[in-house]
């Protein structure tokens, strides 16, 4: 129930019929800009000269959205700061606020409400931020959804509109996403993260959510068939530029409420909602066909944004016409924009190719070229110094003789002379590099903190060890900057998802990802391999095309993960072997033995197959043997049986072709070898394994010990499936003795 | 229009049409053995005219002129007898056959492997079931093919279309399900065949269907629907014959080896290893090289500079170069989608849909009675029959017989106070007096005994229905061929004197007549 929190609101709401609402989530999530972050919320850094959240709420505007919720986590007083007073410019090493104008948002006259709502530290996800708009039970009615990092001139309101009259006719339309067409491979569309609508065109209602991501690459997309009942031809889109512009109903904060373990609008809610036989809600997409929706949700669609907005795709939002940091740019041939108030100084020989964006009071020194990139304002670019598809933040100063490339430079940094920034390199606000240093591509750096810094740390950041004078001799003998562990692969391996290291990837600006790109490929032909090794006649036909380098590479890791997981294993058969003697000992019931098991098996992580294995072992073990076998043996076997052999079926799941492989891959190499068939009849006798099963086994070429080494194990297999054999005869016989009975 | 005349052949032929005539397991039991004689499907008749007339006078249409008929040994000389004597042939119809068990099933792929030395050109695969729409010409799919595979390295082009499922209620379950639907993949802009949801893919994974992701980037923007059935019309390229010669493994050509096609167009390993013999490079060498000399190939192959102080100094492509920018050939598969709304297709290769089809053909056709003053004479004036009805030649009716909507074969009897409606008649069937069939397709030589009552029933040819009986929703076989052995040869007796037994009915139609 949501808490009568702002009955007042309500009230005032109630009373202007239809106020459009919108919520932005201005709080990314994750770390992809680091360490540009680290002081900074994402939504305050600048994209062409004015602060994403600006465009974020420049784009509502256009869609006349009347009341804004601001949901801020990190660093959420600069975000309410600046939705009150201001976005402002932060460049001296005081940290001294300088306001640049009372916020156009707050003005009277701004015709928008804007509410910042300071949401806990602890809320992770998007998903824990809708939960939160649901106990604070902001939402009225219909609302906006977006993320406080997009840029966009899509007609919102008449999303809303279609989204409305939908409603009218279907309760259960939750919600609608926006999309934009734009082609698989469109600059703007991000590899690492992009998605699979399954839409009816007929009403536009999407049937089926799948994302995908650039590594592991995916190589199928899987469409339920169900959908084709319901909805005889459907379109696939792996065209759609997702722009995180979704209206939802009401009802949607409460089902993020209801499924607790919903952390991503799309991955979770969407693929959710459409899997869900329970739910039965529909959620529709607008393909918007004209107009312009983008997210900067990293570093490289951070570039592509800025190179789209520059070239105008963006228009009226425009840097010369609408800009949302309130400046006025001339729009000059080949899409230069210059600060039109005559502050920035560009000398004579100094260079600006197309594309590029000069703010106020910059100064361009001579011989100075600056290509495809952005300069913030109160710049001074040194002589000769070469500025290449980079996005330099306000108050920065770089020396001369320095080269700059595709790399995004924070505010108040100072490169000193012959500096060289290499591609894809990420500097936060306040560094100085130099002089002649030389930055390997992909480097982080941001700032010493000086002691008793007492605002809020990036945990990770404190956690940074760095040696002094390594850094002075790599970063020149006045940087004041600490450098950032450009991710070790082998420590984010085990981010799975969207977050792995391979993956961001393909989100990083300046990387081209050809290394990966490629791999892609490769493991798909060698999926591809195994298709055509069903048809064994041409497996054989070309032996060498195929392995490639960066395939060998993948196998190298594979290996590497084999090996780790390996150790895992044994030590997961420990804890399984003495957990289960303790069971045997104590005698707890076999209900119990299996939640124990489940949940060792969550926390080392290891396939059910090892469980099971594990499970057989010890329960084989258990057997005593009894001298002389005969009939005290088989009762042994079944008590221990009867007792303990429930357990192999309720660790998870059940497969009792697998359970006789096990055993009888256990049985061959220990002691209890002759024990197999008794065993083996005694899991028939009790249910855990059917004639149906021994069958399969029995026919499966591996259980016959083929493809295993001559020796002591391969004899063992092969004594058990001749055991087996006989088993299945009598039960043959069995069976036409009772049909001839019956018959 | 006399274009037998033409003897001599001055241009090579363009296509060849292999039509496959089967068994027709599907068709059974009208399908099965009448005594010792076949009942080979191809000569099932829809609204009186074979099922293979169908199909040979569309390809007629085409102009193509070549057709190899593939069939079994032991339908041979009904078949050849069919082709050769019965149709206006201003094409050369080759009959050919394999030989093989009813019941052992031969693929289509073992079929073509073995008669590949006999197409030597790019052919038409079709089958002898299926019915093509007025609306529709085999013209528009091979110009479909014949311009992709020339423009950008088509390889095949297949045409499936709009299937009209019959009503729920209209389905009789004994006579066997209805196959399930086969959903596909295709791209809209440029009608291009991407996945066809083999059975195999449907075993393998029933929850879910699987698409490459490489065929989703390839072509991001593609339609996905179950609405359409694949009618068995394949115009490919001579060298997909050399292919299904190498996949030996392929049983089927429309159930796997096509499906498995499809999957060259985006699967990079399948093309590398498979383009080469699909298209051989020296194919289109002509046209490309001609390309890269027309200035505007030029133009397209110049990137533009971004970077203009970064980049080197620009040279001028070498011919070497523009010669490997060539797009390698698409491989790709035409699909020629036939809506439901221009003109009802369908496949006859179920009991359903062949009495579904011959319903349409009868909400067609005006034409009802045989024109021929002889025939006609046989059907009594007091006979009241339907205009959605066809009669055949030769075939009697008694007085005051009520037939609507039905079909009825050539040298039937229609007995007196009979009443047929929504039915089918193969030849020879003898109705007798006071009978009743309703939504029944009766094999070749049915009797129907006095007064019984039939409805939506199929028979084999020779069944007897015993007179006064009453039958409904059945699948009706002549259970025991051996015990009727004798009144078998008197059968095929009465075959012989056809004629004769004709002229007879004729007087005897005369004598009525005259009587009345």
């Known amino acids: ?743 | 229009m006399d274009l037998g005349v033409a003897t001599s052949e001055p241009v090579a032929r363009e296509f060849l049409a292999v039509v496959l005539a089967g068994f027709g397991n599907e068709l059974v039991p009208l399908t099965s053995n009448h005594g010792a004689e076949p009942c080979p499907k191809a000569l099932v008749p829809v609204g009186n005219k074979p099922m293979i007339d169908y199909v040979l006078s569309w390809i007629d249409q085409s102009g193509i002129k070549n057709v190899l008929l593939i069939c079994p040994a032991i339908h041979r000389a009904a078949i050849s007898h069919h082709v050769h004597s019965d149709l206006p042939t201003s094409f050369r119809v080759d009959v050919q056959t394999y030989d093989e068990s009813p019941d052992g099933s031969t693929g289509t792929c073992t079929i073509l492997r073995h008669f590949s030395s006999r197409i030597s050109e790019d052919f038409v695969l079709l089958s002898c079931d299926f019915i093509p729409p007025p609306s529709l010409s085999l013209h528009t799919i091979l110009d479909k093919f014949r311009t992709e595979s020339g423009t950008d390295g088509s390889i095949a082009t297949a045409c499936w279309f709009e299937a009209t499922l019959p009503d729920k209620n209209a389905i009789i379950e004994d006579w066997g399900s209805l196959p399930p639907p086969t959903p596909i993949v295709w791209e809209e802009n440029t009608g291009t065949l991407l996945y066809i949801d083999s059975a195999d893919d449907s075993d393998r994974n029933s929850e879910e269907l699987e698409l490459r992701m490489s065929l989703l980037s390839k072509y991001p923007r593609t339609k996905l629907s179950r609405k359409y059935q694949d009618s068995h019309v394949y115009v490919c390229r001579r060298s997909v014959l050399d292919l299904v010669k190498e996949k030996r493994h392929f049983d089927s050509f429309r159930e796997e080896f096509f499906p498995w096609l499809c999957k060259i167009q985006y699967q990079r390993v399948k093309r590398e290893r498979y383009g080469r013999m699909l298209i051989p490079p020296n194919d289109d060498g002509t046209l490309s090289v001609a390309l890269n000399h027309s200035t505007l190939q030029n133009k397209l192959h110049e990137k533009p500079q971004l970077q203009p102080s970064a980049a080197e100094p620009s040279e001028p492509p070498s011919p070497t170069e523009a010669d490997s920018g060539i797009e390698p050939a698409s491989l790709r598969i035409g699909v020629v989608l036939h809506q439901a709304a221009d003109g009802f297709a369908t496949r006859v290769n179920t009991v359903h849909s062949l009495l579904d089809m011959n319903r349409r053909v009868l909400s067609q056709t005006t034409y009802s009675l045989p024109v021929d003053p002889k025939s006609r004479s046989l059907i009594d004036q007091k006979a009241q029959i339907s205009s959605d009805t066809i009669v055949g030649d030769s075939t009697q009716v008694a007085e005051r017989a009520t037939i609507k909507k039905s079909v009825i074969g050539k040298h039937c009897v229609i007995g007196k106070m009979t009443k047929i409606v929504g039915s089918v008649l193969l030849d020879h069937c003898v109705v007798e007096d006071g009978a009743k069939l309703d939504g029944c397709i009766l094999g070749r030589g049915t009797k129907i005994g006095a007064k019984a009552e039939v409805s939506r029933c199929v028979t084999q040819a020779g069944y007897e229905v015993d007179a006064g009986e009453t039958v409904k929703n059945e699948k009706l076989d002549v259970s025991d061929w051996t015990a009727l052995d004798d009144e078998d040869d008197e059968d095929e007796d009465d075959e012989d004197e056809d004629d004769e037994d004709d002229d007879q009915e004729e007087e005897e139609g005369k004598d009525e007549s005259e009587s009345e």
């Open chain 1, 1 to 743: 129930m949501p808490p009568k929190f702002s009955t007042g609101k309500e009230k005032l709401l109630g009373d202007e019929d239809e106020v459009l609402q919108a919520v932005v989530l201005a709080d990314s999530f994750n770390k992809r800009f680091r360490p540009l972050t680290t002081r900074k919320p994402r939504c305050l850094l600048p994209i062409c000269n004015a602060p994403l959240l600006d465009w974020t709420f420049e784009s509502l505007a256009l869609a006349g959205v009347q009341e804004i919720f601001v949901i801020c986590r990190s660093h959420s007083e600069q975000v309410k700061n600046a939705i009150a007073y201001g976005f402002f410019l932060l460049f001296s090493a005081e940290k001294t606020y300088t306001f640049a104008s009372e916020s156009r948002w707050s003005k009277p006259g701004s015709g928008i409400k804007i509410v910042p709502i300071m949401t806990a530290k602890e809320t992770f996800s998007p998903g824990d931020a809708m939960r939160d708009i649901y106990t604070r039970g902001l939402v009225t009615g219909d609302f906006v959804l977006v993320m406080g990092d997009l840029v966009s001139n899509v007609k919102i309101d008449e999303v809303v509109k279609a989204h409305k009259e939908r409603r009218k006719t279907n309760k259960d339309a939750i919600m609608t996403m926006v999309v934009k067409e734009s082609g698989s491979k469109h600059r703007t569309r991000p590899t690492g993260n992009s998605s699979i609508f399954v839409i009816d065109p007929e009403t536009s209602e999407c049937l089926y959510y799948d994302a995908v991501i650039g590594y592991p690459p995916k190589t199928v997309a899987n469409v339920p068939r169900e959908i084709l009942a319901e909805h005889p031809e459907v379109e696939i889109r792996n065209d759609l530029l997702d722009c995180s512009i979704d209206v939802c109903s009401v009802e949607v904060p409460s089902l993020f409420q209801d499924n607790f373990d919903y952390l991503d609008i799309r991955r979770d809610f969407v693929h959710g909602v459409l899997t869900s036989d329970l739910l039965m809600k529909n959620i529709y997409c607008y393909v918007a066909k004209e107009g312009y929706a983008a997210r900067v949700q990293d570093t490289k669609s951070y570039q592509s944004i800025s190179k789209d907005i520059i070239s105008r795709w963006t228009f009226p939002l425009v840097p010369d016409n609408n800009h949302p940091g309130g400046e006025v740019y001339e729009h000059r041939q080949g899409n230069k924009y210059i600060a039109r108030d005559g502050s920035v100084v560009l000398a004579r020989t100094s260079r600006i190719g197309n594309n590029c964006l000069i703010g106020p009071s910059t100064q361009v020194s001579d011989d100075a070229q600056i290509i495809s990139s952005v300069i913030g304002r109160n710049c001074v670019i040194g002589a000769g110094t070469l500025i290449d598809n980079s996005y330099v933040f306000d108050g920065t100063t770089i020396g001369p003789g320095c080269i700059v490339q595709q790399s995004i430079i924070g505010s108040g940094v100072n490169i000193r002379e012959n500096t060289r920034i290499s591609k894809g390199s990420l500097v936060a606000d306040e560094v100085v590099v130099g002089p002649n240093a030389v930055l390997e591509p992909f480097q982080k750096l941001s700032k010493k903190r000086a002691d008793g810094d007492d605002e809020d740390i990036d945990s990770e950041e404190e956690d940074l060890e760095f040696d002094e004078e390594l850094i002075k001799a790599k970063l020149g003998t006045d940087s004041n900057a600490i450098i950032w562990p450009r991710d070790p692969p082998d420590e984010d391996e085990d981010e799975e998802g969207i977050e792995n290291y391979k993956n961001q990837r393909f989100m990083r600006l300046g990387d081209d990802v050809a290394d990966l790109a490629y791999s892609d490929e490769g493991s798909l032909s060698s999926d591809e391999d195994t298709d055509l090794s069903d048809s064994d006649s041409d497996s054989d036909m070309y032996p060498g095309t195929l392995p490639t380098s960066s395939t060998t590479s993948l196998t190298l890791e594979s290996s590497v993960v084999a090996a780790s997981d390996a150790v895992a294993v044994s030590e997961f058969q420990a804890e399984v072997t003495q957990s289960l003697e303790r069971a045997f000992a104590e005698g707890h019931s076999v209900d119990n033995a299996a939640v124990e098991l489940k949940t060792l098996r969550m926390a080392s992580n290891v396939p059910l197959l090892r469980v099971r294995e594990a499970v057989i072992a010890a329960i084989v073990e258990k057997i005593e043997i009894v001298e002389g076998g005969g009939i005290p043996q088989r009762q042994e076997i079944a008590k221990v049986i009867n007792r303990w052999g429930p357990l192999i079926d309720k660790i998870g799941g059940v497969d009792a072709v697998e359970t006789v492989t096990l055993l009888q891959s256990h049985c061959a190499k220990s002691k209890r070898l002759p024990l197999f068939p008794q065993i083996l009849v005694a899991l028939y006798q009790a249910d855990i394994v059917e004639e149906v099963d021994m069958r399969k086994w029995h026919a499966n070429p591996a259980s016959k010990g083929e493809g295993v080494a001559p020796g002591p194990m391969k004899d063992g297999l092969r004594k058990c499936w001749d055991v087996g054999a006989a088993i299945l005869e009598q039960l043959n016989q069995q069976e036409s003795d009772s049909e001839e009975e019956s018959g």
